[in-house]
């Protein structure tokens, strides 16, 4: 029925209309039980909070999906359990801590930090069949200020992992962990955590370009000015990870190598944003809160007077993140807008990767190779299951010549 | 591919991996229309709000997973109409109360309590079609200070159910009824509806155990004292719904036996939280406002000086629920914090019932019969169909020797 | 088993108990691409915003179920463009625009108002593949102090329609355009959208009747008390839309034709509310943002001092809706009450047309015709393909005689 002819000179090219379906990769994303990268992810030690945030208040943390109770006992141990009470599923959330355990409030079951029942007052004798009212639980650890936990199968759960770069403390040394997800908008009074899938952190961390576009060039310095020039990266596959080395030749003359870190499966060790010359001393991790959330926790060893706001960097006399208004953050623009940016899933049919992608494209394939290990039945790369077997290098670090 | 062997002893036991899916049994929580449960309600009549709440300002009220509008007319008749407009479906909550009925403030028809359409201002002598355009309506009635609703199939309407413990007056008594939920919360000035399943509180009623862990023991004294010691308790079905009998010897030496009951299909009668002697006189009502939310009424005899908010009991000196904070919450929980904290619909799959469950027991045992019985056509126990057999024997109360 | 029976005399007739299930009619409230009637809209200009909220501050917009980015260029040129950045998806919206485009905050890309990629900051040569990443934009012009967009078939681009009642302007007129939904709240400082299919708005149009109700006699006079008297109303299709005259004869004795337009495919020409004498100048747009909100857009050719609150009718005089209370909104509703009251998508199944609904009847049979037209290949009436055809005849206006 079209009857008249548009001239194709007025035809527009290259419009939006009649785009194809977009789609995330779900194999990279999803990160609930069962799905391929949740379990990945649940075969690896994961940071949950900071020590300093686990206390005898019970609180909610969500991670991979998982809703779930965490606090510490009377005597200090973290535990972290389903929050359905095993009886009639109200949440520990409203339970209260005790010496050697928590306390349900609707009918006074007590679990220990392991699930164990040690009480249930409303039935007879305490309860004869407790030991069928084991509260789902998962085995933490504290290490470097953080609890972490195992998520995974029973069968499977490897030593604790070290990293090189964290230990051994050097005199007066002390551990910091913050939880707050501050890797993505620098405010130490930000949200906990962001909106989006743990990726986009993920991939960030091997994109030494945006250094130069977002943190130096595009608005203000938000770092140091140093990374205004333009670096020569190189890319390289480590097995448990990716390292790059950007090299700049600074104003003064000084060679400077930046060597950056990620490893399997969420780990990220970045050199000091100050320019703090030698082998980095921090890794952070961006921890899957649930598909389309993710928690940044990152841990330090430093002197007691340690400012995890940074004390020299732009972003340091700038407004804090959480205080700006939409406006002022389009003027400046950081981590949290690039990456919350892409949308709570990024849409990985549109992507375009090109040459300054390379360390995403490393990154991807090595995921791709670990996933799929472990649909098949096997260990990821990264895990060991001997306390000898556990440290890892890191050789990351900002060196100058 | 899995290479190495976790060594059997440092393989934990009952972690919260690989738990089965979870579910709630429909059957006890939809109630929207065409359920089992939603029309197994639909055969009682169910007060939707106090009396003084029906006023000439139409009010949106949800009930059974249905949104209607509520209104008493010029003349004092409560009415409760489908909310869209029988012309062109603007609410008739922005219509305006007549003597005679409600107009639709778009096009001016005017409906009856009884959906009668009396007004077509554009149509041509005031509309000759009107009888064409009945408002769906329900039937309702005033009783006890409350407006109950018929809202099942229309030749199955029951007679007003009448409870032996609301009648009759005794001299200077006078109604109340509450419509706000206090029931859980409490508080005078709380939410009108709670965000949980109408089955959550039906089965706190038949748990005479959490009155000494939550109410009592857990925290502070919420109602009094007395209720600090276990009771020891017998349940019985009655046919209609189920009581318990609570037995507690007093410090002062007194045998306390405290009667409760339950009756179909969402009925409360619990005695005097202040232990006033002698059998009860109020009612409550968990009235399901769709699948994840409920209103709970009540209605008392009462002297005209009654305060529902109670005078001797614990809560009464402490902070009003709507004003704590959460950890306040956490730090004194209640009812809402038991119930809410079960989740929008519990999750039956995952109970654990036990010994002293057993009123809650006997309750689901009622309810699946009488489920069954309406989906097979039958009349539920508990609606009578000539008034002559209306009144309901309720025999709950407080009594010492 | 049901064994009682109720005496025919009590059981209730009409009641909503049993209601069908209700339905929208698809076919004209989804709007989202490859849906017929979002097809159909496709295939016209559509107003995007007025001319001045388009700057060099990029702003979110969403019509016709996509998110868009929309900004004007450092020479004055606007651009609308599909959100993410084509590299890895970061939002525009945190871009920045300079002279010849926008620029994404996360590598630096920039893209021209037509979406070619001018710059690739971090790409060896700054980007040889660049004319690949052609960022997706859908063509845009300005008129009558709009911003208007084109998001059809490339290849069925019609010319820019011109309106009689909007030219030429007439010694000191100027253009007057609004895009915050003051036709459906009168509030300049109300909300943007409403949320409400644009159907509503649509059919508001063609329905002279709810003035009298409505606006004139229900509550307040919104307008002018003119409206009070039932109009007597010619209803008429005219194959690009439907016009009604609306006759009534005025206290003073006089004469009173007031002539309303909606034209295809979502725009209407409704004469001056203060009823100034003469034809029509001004007209509006009910355009979708997506299936369920609306954004309503005016132009005005008017002197400078025009104020589009109005100045003599009964609203002006009134507390704006920005600042009424849901009970003051209950005591005067307006039209926004009326088509919000209708639901974020009406329920077609359950309108009752009558004789007053008539133009809206007429209505729906254009927009059936139409629609069906565009589904089986065909251009839709309305639309040119050549300028000498463009201008479209609008007989609206207020007549006294």
């Not at 205080?323 to 389009?330: A, G, K, N």
């Not at 709570?344 to 090109?354: A, C, G, K, N």
Request: glycine share 8%.
């Amino acid at each position: 029925m079209a009857t008249k002819t548009v001239p194709t000179s007025t035809v527009p090219q290259g419009t939006a209309y009649g785009r194809p379906p977009q789609q995330s990769n779900d194999e990279w994303t999803r990160v609930g039980p069962g799905t391929p990268c949740g379990e990945f992810m649940r075969r690896y030690w994961q940071p949950v909070l900071a020590s300093t945030s686990v206390t005898n208040r019970p609180k909610e943390v969500r991670i991979l999906g998982e809703n779930l109770i965490i606090f510490r006992d009377g005597e200090g141990r973290p535990g972290l359990l389903y929050p359905r009470c095993m009886h009639r599923g109200t949440s520990l959330f409203w339970g209260h801590v005790e010496k050697d355990g928590i306390r349900c409030c609707y009918h006074g079951w007590k679990f220990d930090v392991e699930g164990n029942c040690i009480e249930q007052p409303c039935e007879p004798k305490s309860g004869l069949q407790r030991a069928e009212h084991r509260q789902p639980w998962y085995p933490v650890r504290e290490q470097y200020g953080l609890v972490w936990a195992y998520m995974g199968p029973p069968d499977r759960i490897p030593a604790m992992p070290r990293f090189s770069c964290m230990e051994p403390l050097q005199d007066g040394e002390v551990y910091f962990a913050v939880d707050n997800s501050m890797g993505s908008h620098g405010d130490i009074n930000g949200p906990e955590t962001v909106p989006y899938s743990w990726l986009h952190m993920n991939d960030n961390i091997m994109d030494p370009f945006h250094v130069q576009v977002l943190h130096t060039t595009f608005s203000v310095v938000q770092f140091v000015r140093e990374f205004a020039s333009m670096p020569t990266v190189k890319f390289e596959e480590i097995g448990n990870g990716v390292v790059y080395k950007a090299y700049r030749t600074l104003e003064d003359g000084r060679e400077f190598e930046r060597v950056s870190t990620w490893m399997l499966p969420n780990i990220m060790s970045v050199p000091s944003i100050e320019l703090a010359e030698g082998p980095s001393t921090s890794l952070g991790f961006a921890v899957p809160v649930d598909d389309t959330h993710c928690r940044i926790l990152m841990c330090t060893r430093a002197d007691p007077d340690y400012n995890p706001m940074g004390r020299n960097v732009g972003m340091a006399k700038l407004k804090p993140w959480s205080q700006m208004t939409v406006e002022e953050r389009q003027d400046r623009p950081g981590d949290y807008e690039a990456q919350a940016g892409q949308g709570p899933m990024s849409l990985h049919s549109e992507e375009h990767l090109v040459t300054s992608d390379k360390g995403i494209a490393m990154q991807r394939r090595t995921l791709n190779r670990e996933i799929e290990k472990v649909m098949h039945g096997g260990d990821p790369t990264g895990v060991a299951f001997d306390e000898a077997d556990a440290m890892i290098e890191v050789p990351s670090g900002n060196f100058f010549t």
